[in-house]
């Protein structure tokens, strides 16, 4: 595997994820994990572990961030995120970074704190504490920012956020990790809650933050006024057929990578195929993705045990004024038993050791599509998953998706028929003008 | 020696002192008249016209029964006997066994009723089930004081299969009367309370009609020679649910010509082969519950009736062609899969009736609400929700609802562990999993 190492700390290039280094624990030395195996901190020169914030300091210091974690959490409705940068200027965007200057640290003080509360014996663990002080330091930075006053201060709170996320794309396999070694020592539902409201939070702090980025891009493209079909100019218009069949190649040629020489299932549309919708393309290509694959895999394994030729894959899309429903129904051979009661948990189920294996061999990147493409450009969010190595099964799909669906309102629902099939029921709501869904949610 | 009935009197006189004008004196003259001439009282003589045994004590009965929980069967309780013909001696001791099952049921029932508030006892539905309790207790039970000691084990059994027969038949109608008596006391008592007591009520009313018509129909095919090797008792030990489904489907599209002229139909894509052990008429029931469902909403959503009509986009033709012109094919089939689960197996029922609302979802599962719209109140009582057409030889002949149809079905797929699960696209349509867990044939 070709090593590259990146002098620069802050790199602008996007690099390829197969060729990135894989990394392990930031911290400084080798330690013990809870299951006995070394892990081995090698540092990456590009990014530099934050330094430990164990120290006594941190504890009487950690009035600062009482103070940000006590602050209310300003909701931004959709409605005013969606037609935000219909018209932009210059005191839009800055009135925009000051909100992002102040709402992030709130929000992420909430999180730490959050994390502060957790018994120690889980924080401890090298993966949770490195996104501990992950999370501690670029809430420090962020509520060192001075007001900003000017476009120029507004590109220095940018280039700031841009590194922010880049380097917080490493969080979700590492929070994986991490509960999936200290799963003995909390209840479980209670560490799947956190792990569901960190996420949450997280996809609503990225998605706020790409949005100003968006904005800042267009004034200075002098694309000032916007009246195209992207609500808030991250959602764009998608067409349920063609995404779903994009999503179904990509999802095909892991699937045959795996399963060599196999075919993947054919689709067969019903209902409103034709439909256009707008969503945030990484996330419903994320979720798609993930279903697909779990579809196709379970296709390819049967035919491999059973000769039995493969069925195809039928899709329904439905579409109301207020909700768009899909139902992908398979005849893959349903979920054991033993998985489906707990298929929507990060910590428990009888996968999650072989996961854990699994993600340690991930560059330690995109857990989640298209979230270091969609930084810096709009462009195709599934290269990542192309590249993600096609026999990594992360047993996360299904838990982030439903971050992800119910983030934007909607649902997923799996009803597994164990010896026949799957169906799946994906339910998003609708963004567009008279939306209900819009007048009253938040982000 | 015959009572007269009278409401009024019933009330006063529940624990069976008084229910004449005549003094008490007198009757227990009576009853001392009787035990004098020695005459051996059997069960058979006493027809549910006279509902009480004065010389039996019912609340004794009723607080030694309450006490006693009873058992749920399983399907392999009701076959450990074997293939009828079964001998007398075993069949006497599952009647004992059953006797104490059924009463501390009845009893518990009885108790269950007399918490509800007072004013719903004096509506009459409620207070003609009520008495039917009292009743049944009373005819299960029998006197036992009466019983001679070497009582010949065909013929105990025979006379107690007798008066469980009688009660089986009294409380085959009961649940259109239940359901009258609580929708019209729906003042007097919190949704969730009525919901609450008429499931735990049903749920419990499968269980007893169960183990006293399994024990009848045991008893029918030991002694008659009736017995086939397919059933025993009441479970059917090759019961086709392919052959359930499509004899449902007709006879539903029967009654859905009459009403609507339309033939709804089904397919059944797979699982033709599937062969299972299970209480056919159970089975029956549910699948006629979900179907009847699913061909009024295919039916009202292609015909434009319902609101879930507007969203179908994309449909080529538009919702007032079709109708008339070759009804069958131009609805949509209800698509049925059967299929293996590893204890048991899975039906779904798939259609194309325009899906539920959300907030209907949560509701169709308690007993208060039916979306069907019936002029009159009496008749759709009567006519549905009735037994399945195999049992009685008549059946519902409307394809609307108490609303009570789908929580019944899955009281009774839930009582040997099974589920039922509704999943919908509005718009679209629904998908119904039925989940049975029983023996398989293969």
């Known amino acids: 595997m070709i090593v590259l190492t990146s002098k620069t ?13 894989r990394t392990a624990l930031s911290s400084e030395s080798p330690t013990t994990s809870l299951f006995g195996k070394k892990v081995f901190g090698r540092r990456r020169n590009s990014d530099k572990a934050p330094p430990s914030t164990v120290s006594s300091r941190h504890f009487y210091q950690n009035e600062a961030l009482m103070g940000y974690a006590n602050r209310p959490i300003r909701p931004v409705s959709l409605q005013q995120f969606a037609f935000y940068g219909r018209k932009l200027t210059d005191e839009k965007i800055i009135h925009s970074a000051n909100f992002v200057r102040q709402e992030l640290p709130t929000r992420m003080a909430h999180r730490i704190h959050d994390m502060q509360r957790l018994p120690y014996s889980i924080i401890r663990n090298p993966h949770m504490s490195h996104v501990y002080e992950l ?91 916007n009246t195209g079909e992207n609500v808030g100019q991250v959602f764009l218009q998608l067409h349920a057929a063609d995404v779903v069949r994009q999503c179904a190649d990509l999802a095909g040629r892991l699937v045959s990578d795996v399963h060599r020489g196999c075919a993947t299932p054919e689709i067969i549309f019903e209902g409103d195929s034709d439909t256009k919708f707008a969503f945030i393309e990484s996330h419903f290509k994320y979720m798609l993705g993930e279903i697909l694959r779990n579809a196709f895999e379970a296709a390819a394994s049967k035919t491999e045990r059973t000769g039995e030729p493969l069925k195809p894959l039928l899709v329904t899309v439905c579409n109301t004024p207020h909700q768009l429903i899909f139902r992908f129904s398979d005849r893959a051979g349903g979920i054991p038993s033993d998985v489906v009661q707990d298929l929507w948990s990060f910590a428990k189920g009888p996968r999650s050791l072989l996961r854990h294996e699994k993600l340690e061999q991930l560059p330690f990147f995109d857990a989640v599509a298209g979230e270091r493409e969609s930084i810096n450009k709009r462009m195709s969010s599934l290269s990542s998953l192309t590249s993600r190595p096609s026999d990594l099964f992360l047993g996360m799909g299904l838990p982030m998706s439903k971050v992800y669906a119910e983030f934007w309102g909607g649902k997923i629902v799996v009803k597994s028929m164990e010896g026949f099939g799957c169906d799946v029921f994906l339910h998003i709501s609708k963004l567009g003008i008279e939306s209900a869904f819009v007048e009253n949610t938040s982000i | 020696m015959r009572y007269s009935v009278c409401p009024r009197r019933q009330l006063l006189t529940e624990t069976g002192a008084m229910v004449s004008r005549r003094p008490a004196s007198q009757i227990y003259k009576v009853t001392c008249m009787k035990s004098v001439l020695g005459r051996r009282r059997s069960y058979s003589k006493y027809s549910l016209d006279e509902p009480f045994f004065p010389s039996i004590d019912i609340e004794k009965i009723i607080s030694t029964y309450a006490q006693h929980h009873t058992k749920r069967l399983s399907l392999e309780d009701l076959l450990r006997f074997g293939c009828p013909p079964i001998p007398a001696d075993q069949l006497v001791l599952n009647a ?22 007072y004013i719903m006892m004096l509506n009459p539905n409620i207070s003609q089930i009520y008495h039917k309790y009292l009743n049944s207790i009373s005819f299960v039970h029998g006197d036992e004081s009466f019983k001679p000691e070497n009582m010949a084990a065909d013929e105990e059994n025979r006379e107690f299969t007798k008066a469980l027969e009688k009660v089986v038949d009294e409380h085959t109608d009961a649940i259109p009367v239940l359901a009258k008596g609580v929708a019209e006391s729906r003042e007097y008592i919190s949704s969730a309370m009525a919901d609450r007591f008429l499931d735990e009520h049903l749920r419990v009313r499968v269980g007893t009609r169960l183990a006293a018509k399994h024990h009848i129909m045991l008893t029918k095919q030991s002694t008659s020679g009736l017995q086939n090797g397919r059933y025993v008792g009441i479970v059917d030990t090759r019961l086709r649910p392919d052959e359930m489904v499509q004899s449902v489907a007709d006879l539903l599209a029967d009654v ?103 907030h209907h979802l949560s509701k169709i599962w308690g007993y208060s609400e039916s979306t069907f719209e019936e002029d009159d109140f009496d008749d759709g ?18 394809m609307g609802g108490l609303g009570y149809g789908l929580p019944l079905s899955r009281a009774y797929a839930d009582y040997f562990g099974g589920n039922i699960e509704l999943e919908s696209i509005y718009g679209w349509g629904t998908d119904a999993y039925i989940t049975l867990q029983c023996a398989r044939n293969d």
Do not use: W
């Open chain 1, 135 to 225: 999370y501690y330091h670029s809430f420090n930075s962020l509520r060192k920012f001075p007001k900003i006053r000017s476009l120029d201060d507004n590109d220095k709170l940018c280039n700031l956020v841009k590194d922010l996320l880049l380097r917080h794309t490493e969080v979700v396999p590492r929070v994986v990790m991490g509960v999936i070694e200290s799963a003995e020592l909390m209840d479980s539902n209670r560490l799947d809650r956190f792990i569901y409201s960190l996420l949450s939070s997280r996809i609503s702090r990225r998605v706020l933050t790409e949005q100003h980025l968006t904005m800042t891009n267009s004034l200075k493209e002098g694309n000032v006024t």
């Open chain 2, 96 to 117: 004992r066994h059953i006797k104490q099952e059924i009463l501390s049921s009845l009893a518990r029932r009885v108790i269950a009723l007399r918490n509800l508030p």
């Open chain 2, 256 to 358: 859905s010509d009459l009403q609507y002229g339309l033939r709804p139909t089904v397919k059944i894509d797979t699982g033709s082969d599937i062969e299972i052990e299970y209480v056919s008429e159970h089975l029956e029931y549910i699948i006629t519950e979900l179907l009847k469902n699913c061909f009024r909403a295919t039916i009202e959503h292609f015909t434009g009736q319902s609101s879930s009509s507007h969203y179908r986009v994309g449909e080529k033709s538009n919702s007032s062609q079709g109708i008339f012109g070759g009804p069958t094919a131009s609805l949509p089939p209800v698509l049925v899969s059967i299929s293996r689960a590893p204890t048991g197996i899975q039906i779904r029922l798939r259609d194309r009736g325009g899906g539920i609302k959300d």
């Open chain 1, 9 to 21: 700390r802050h790199s602008s290039r996007v690099l390829p994820t197969c060729l990135t280094r």
């Open chain 2, 381 to 398: 009582f009567k006519r549905l929700n009735t037994p399945p057409p195999s049992v009685t030889g008549t059946g519902g002949s409307s």
